[in-house]
């Protein structure tokens, strides 16, 4: 899926919609920025992730191999998932930056939480800190473990030789990850960090302000229009939200329990059956 998807994704999809963004749209000038930069950095993300690097976890075995223009034996497999993370915690900044933009401009000026730009990006660089921490993460705690040569020529594992001769092995065992727990914590802190406040956010621009805005007397119709405008750009942002929420998040909290929970006791046949099942969410 990958390998039909990217090219598609690289060639057409995101080339159109930055057309479409630049050309066609009446945004404030910083959200199309951010927009188009958001979409840059997909093409970047699915470059890599669909030509240069694609990675399997091997859950509940703690083995991450990778197939790819860049995953041969002589690559530090800890250092193409640290690639990963970067363009995977990138992604986010532009979009955290649009809905920041975009809750601000929507709220009357009485309003408590209208922050100043000073502030706005005090918040914003607050929360794009919590991201870029697994940066660090991933490359301090993504160690290889003492036990690879072993868990390679297991029976479970040595298969993979035949797919891949790039592998990262983090712990001993089914449910041990070794120092990799602890970016894990940190991850797992960052999304529901970033994840709640984009859902307050949220929340507040569809409920709260939209409610508002029914009962509230705009001094032109240009300006009822330009409210409207931007409430369903929310909806819009909503959505996708609602879809980050099922194809991404849902799948790696999936993927925790199953690197940090010993699951050797489930049966070999329905473990193969969820390992596909898996990697189509991915």
């Known amino acids: 899926a990958r390998r039909i998807y990217w090219p598609l994704s690289v060639c057409l999809l995101n080339p159109i919609v930055i057309f479409v963004l630049i050309k066609k749209t009446f945004m404030s000038a910083d959200c199309k920025y951010a927009f188009v930069t958001h979409h840059v950095v997909l093409i970047c993300f699915d470059i890599y992730n669909g030509l240069l690097y694609q990675m399997y976890p091997l859950a509940p ?15 530090s497999p800890r250092l193409l998932l640290t690639i990963l993370a ?3 915690t990138t992604m986010c900044v532009p979009y955290l930056f ?14 408590p ?6 502030a706005q990006l005090g918040v914003f660089l607050a929360l794009v800190s919590t991201l870029l921490g697994n940066l660090v993460g991933f490359a301090v705690w993504s160690g290889e473990s ?7 020529n297991s029976l479970n594992v040595v ?8 592998y990262l092995v983090l712990g001993e065992g089914p449910g041990d990850v070794g120092d ?3 970016e894990l914590i940190l991850l797992g802190a960052s999304i529901l960090i970033n994840f709640s406040y984009y859902v307050f956010i949220t929340y507040h621009a569809v409920f709260k302000l939209g409610s508002q805005m029914k009962k509230s007397s705009f001094p032109s119709i240009a300006q009822s229009k330009t409210r409207d405008a931007q409430l369903r750009f929310v909806y819009s942002l909503t959505i ?5 929420a099922v194809f991404f998040i849902t799948p790696l909290a999936l993927l925790f329990i199953a690197l940090l929970v010993d699951l050797s006791f489930i049966p070999i046949v329905l473990m193969g059956i969820a390992r596909p099942i898996f990697l189509v969410g991915q």
């Open 61 to 75: 075995i703690p083995v991450f191999i990778c197939t790819g223009l860049l995953c041969t034996e002589n690559v």
């Open 86 to 88: 970067f363009w995977t």
């Open 98 to 111: 649009i809905m920041t933009r975009m809750h601000q401009k929507m709220l009357f000026e009485e309003s």
């Open 113 to 118: 939480f209208k922050l100043s730009i000073r």
């Open 146 to 152: 003492p036990e690879k040569t072993r868990i390679l």
């Open 159 to 166: 298969w993979v030789r035949a797919v891949s001769q790039n």
């Open 180 to 182: 990799f727990k602890y």
């Open 240 to 244: 996708q939200a609602c879809l980050t």
